[in-house]
Structure formats: structure tokens, C-alpha cells
């Protein structure tokens, strides 16, 4: 089970960014798959959100969740995430991971995650 993820970089205040998570070795929806980020100097990982596998979607954030958006792909085996009207503080380094308990459970050893994407946000 693979997932490699695309589409970070440097991003102005206020953009957009679409970053993709391609898995290999499983179908998309086999498992729920979702989205974390760590934030600088930040140990743990925040959960954005999740996209089960019947692609209901399950928001981790509380703040501003009609800034992310998901979709999943099952014939190109791909999930994306948006982030619209970018700020400063989204900079971090982005990860998917499959969630094959469901997204009301956190992600668990068996679980696997992406490489992670660095997203800089300028001001």
C-alpha cells in the first residue's frame, strides 16, 4: 500500500492549492482516506478532514471547514484536497493517509501515510 502525494509549494495569500494523493496497491475506495498537516515546529499532525469510503466527508477542523474541500477520483485511484483563501498560518507540510478503520478512528499503525508536501504560504 502506497500513497504518493503532488502539488505543494509556495503559494500567495489568498490563493488556491490542489494537492493530489495517488494510491497504489489498493483502490481508493477500500479505505477512507484523510488529510493532515504539521504545522512548524510542531510535533503532532492536525486532521483537516476525511473522505470515507462512500465519500461522505467528515471535517477534523472546527474553524473555517468551507475553506477545504475533497474528492476522490476511483478510476485515476487519486483523492485531491483544496485549500482555498490560503493564509500564512496553512503553512505546513501536508499528508494523506488511508484510514482503514473509518474516519471516526484515528489513524493506526496498520495505516499508511503519504510523503508529505511542503506548502508555504507567503504574505
Known amino acids: 500500500v502506497q500513497l504518493v502525494e503532488s502539488g505543494g509549494g509556495l503559494v500567495q495569500r489568498g490563493g488556491s492549492l490542489r494537492l493530489s494523493c495517488a494510491a497504489s496497491?489498493?483502490?481508493?475506495?477500500?479505505?477512507?482516506i484523510a488529510w493532515y498537516r504539521q504545522f512548524p515546529d510542531r510535533k503532532e499532525r492536525a486532521g483537516i478532514l476525511?473522505?470515507?469510503?462512500?465519500?461522505?466527508?467528515?471535517y477534523y477542523t472546527h474553524s473555517e471547514k468551507d475553506r477545504y474541500t475533497t474528492s476522490r477520483d476511483n478510476v485515476k485511484n487519486v483523492v485531491w484536497l483544496e485549500v482555498n483563501n490560503l493564509k500564512p498560518e496553512d503553512t505546513a507540510v501536508y499528508y494523506c493517509?488511508?484510514?482503514?478503520?473509518?474516519?471516526?478512528?484515528?489513524?493506526?499503525?496498520?495505516?499508511?501515510w503519504s510523503q508529505g508536501t511542503q506548502v508555504t504560504v507567503s504574505s
Open positions: 476525511c473522505n470515507e469510503r462512500n465519500s461522505e466527508i467528515k
Open positions: 493517509v488511508t484510514q482503514w478503520q473509518g474516519c471516526s478512528s484515528a489513524p493506526l499503525p496498520e495505516d499508511s
Open positions: 496497491n489498493f483502490r481508493v475506495d477500500e479505505s477512507a
